[in-house]
Nanobody, 124 residues
Framework: QVQLVESGGGLVQAGDSLRLSCAASGRTFSSYAMAWFRQAPGKERELVAA????????NYADSVKGRFTIARDNAKNTVYLQMNSLKPEDTAVYYCAANKFGNIYDRPTLYDSWGQGTQVTVSS
């Protein structure tokens, strides 16, 4: 199983940008589909973005489409989430997740490995 560590979260103002990083320690990172989920207090964990093994295809939640971009660098065993035009409703803990079979899904139960999460807070 792959170990995942997120970083890059913080406190920003509405309209600002952040880039989250997820570093993977597994030797077969390029075999995993990767995703970012987020969870706000009292809310269900929801898919933000997911990317295929090669990075050739990606899915986004409607709420972030056009503002967020997911990317991966398999040579560095890292997946990124570039977040632009941040809104207060983006405030949540953001989690990196992996699917070992290389498939992307919108349900968190279908992912095998998870990072510890990184807090993103957007003030108005």
């Amino acid at each position: 199983q792959v170990q995942l560590v997120e970083s890059g979260g913080g406190l920003v103002q509405a309209g600002d940008s952040l880039r989250l990083s997820c570093a993977a320690s597994g030797r077969t990172f390029s075999s995993y589909a990767m995703a970012w989920f987020r969870q706000a207090p009292g809310k269900e964990r929801e898919l933000v973005a997911a990317i295929t093994r090669s990075g050739g295809s990606a899915n986004y939640a409607d709420s972030v489409k056009g503002r967020f971009t997911i990317a991966r660098d398999n040579a560095k065993n890292t997946v990124y989430l570039q977040m632009n035009s941040l809104k207060p409703e983006d405030t949540a803990v953001y989690y990196c997740a992996a699917n070992k079979f290389g498939n992307i899904y919108d349900r968190p139960t279908l992912y095998d490995s998870w990072g510890q999460g990184t807090q993103v807070t957007v003030s108005s």
